[in-house]
């Protein structure tokens, strides 16, 4: 990878700022036919269940104005299956992969962290954000969220990422408490709830009323969660994610606070995008006259 584009975050060494965002590159697997995973850091294949999750029924994925609706539910095999289907493939893809765990109790969410680091990945991206479950989200009690966290800290001796949620109250609190909790770093954030209706059917668009809302609209929300974050707590390592789709948004969540990004819905329609906003990212860092990604990391001053 071309220097300057190499970043620490807490124990992980990326070669690239960019992260390939789990449910957006399916088992990553099946992403080496499509695109050029030497430009990305790590790819995070989509979240996996301690017992198989047969989803939600169709229809589950709409466009909503400039972005995107998914009501899928986390559709997987579960553990087992899963390690059984990727494991021999992981060392093969030439980037590092990182599991995403999810789950209704924390004892699920350790037990999956121990599959996914039998089947051998880098990192275990804690996924306690998920908008379309049942139940309320982790992401949005402090006490819920630490107690997952250190649950699955107990049960691996990876990196652990704890995904949070725009939809918090106090994304701060929640963030404090996972990091407390043993995360090592964070990834800000997940999809935002929101709506769409058929107005001749007289229903939702999708088969729930409310769903997870991602794109560029989600952009200057997972920006402020990102500031918010950063200011608080400076030395935690956060991952920007949200509406990101050129090399400029990568370089707002870099002065935002964040120390790599990742990648979406972008992947949707344009598969290939990652090359293309490398390379945007990397004349954008000589524009600046910076010496690399990590000079360009919570530089935002005031106005």
């Not at 990876?158 to 949070?164: Q, R, T, V």
Request: proline share 7%; hydrophobic share 50%; charged share 15%.
């Amino acid at each position: 990878m071309r220097p300057g584009l190499a970043v620490r975050l807490g124990p992980l060494q990326l070669q690239s700022p960019l992260i390939g965002a789990s449910g957006t590159v399916g088992s990553v697997v099946d992403f080496v036919g499509v695109a050029d995973l030497s430009v990305y850091g790590a790819m995070v294949a989509k979240s996996v269940s301690r017992d198989p999750w047969p989803g939600k029924r169709p229809p589950r994925v709409a466009p909503a104005g400039q972005g995107m609706l998914n009501a899928i539910g986390i559709q997987n095999p579960g553990i087992d299956r899963w390690v059984e289907e990727v494991e021999g493939a992981l060392p093969e893809l030439g980037v590092p992969v990182w599991g995403s765990a999810v789950g209704k109790t924390a004892g699920e969410f350790a037990q999956v962290a121990k599959g996914l680091e039998m089947a051998g990945v880098a990192a275990v991206e804690v996924n306690l954000s998920c908008p379309n479950l049942e139940g309320e989200m982790f992401a949005l009690s402090a006490g819920a969220a630490a107690e997952v966290i250190a649950t699955v800290r107990a049960s691996t001796t990876l990196p652990i990422g704890a995904k949070l949620s725009p939809n918090a109250s106090d994304i701060v609190a929640i963030a404090t408490a996972v990091a407390g909790a043993g995360a090592d770093f964070l990834v800000l954030t997940n999809t935002v709830w929101g709506a769409a209706i058929d107005i001749f059917g007289r229903r939702p668009l999708l088969n729930a009323p409310i769903a997870g809302y991602s794109g560029p609209p989600l952009k200057p929300i997972a920006l402020r969660c990102v500031i918010e974050v950063h200011r608080a707590l400076p030395d935690i390592p956060i991952v920007g994610c949200g509406g990101i789709t050129t090399g400029a948004d990568v370089v707002e969540f870099l002065m935002a606070g964040a120390r790599a990004v990742a990648l979406g819905t972008i992947h949707f329609a344009e598969p290939k995008a990652g090359k293309r906003i490398l390379a945007e990212l990397e004349s954008l860092i000589a524009r600046l006259g910076a010496g690399g990604v990590s000079e360009l990391t919570g530089t935002l001053g005031e106005r």
